[in-house]
Nanobody, 115 residues
Framework: QVQLVESGGGLVQAGGSLRLSCAAS????????VGWYRQAPGKQRELVAT???????NYADSVKGRFTISRDSAKNTVYLQMNSLKPEDTAVYYC?????????WGQGTQVTVSS
């Protein structure tokens, strides 16, 4: 079993920055991709960014140039650096591990951006 714990969320003014962390514990095997997703009230969960085992990255158009996903394999931790935050970035952010064809999710961390 794998457990994912997100942290780093909070309240920030528009234009500010936050760094989210996702710490993984347990047996990590066959990891192919790690991603950050978000879900705003009344909306579906959407992809924010992903990083593969070969460190290839992909971003939603809405966050390109503002967010950066990175991974520290030694610490089993994935980060999401979020700059130039906008009110529309307000959501619960979830970490996702895709391992051996199975999805694992964290409990989420709230990000609120005030205008």
């Amino acid at each position: 079993q794998v457990q994912l714990v997100e942290s780093g969320g909070g309240l920030v003014q528009a234009g500010g920055s936050l760094r989210l962390s996702c710490a993984a514990s347990g047996i990590i095997f066959g990891l192919s991709r790690v991603g950050w997703y978000r879900q705003a009230p009344g909306k579906q969960r959407e992809l924010v960014a992903t990083i593969t085992s070969s460190r290839s990255t992909n971003y939603a158009d809405s966050v390109k140039g503002r967010f950066t996903i990175s991974r520290d394999s030694a610490k089993n931790t994935v980060y999401l650096q979020m700059n130039s935050l906008k009110p529309e970035d307000t959501a619960v952010y979830y970490c996702n591990y895709l391992m051996s064809g199975r999805d694992y999710w964290g409990q989420g961390t709230q990000v609120t951006v005030s205008s």
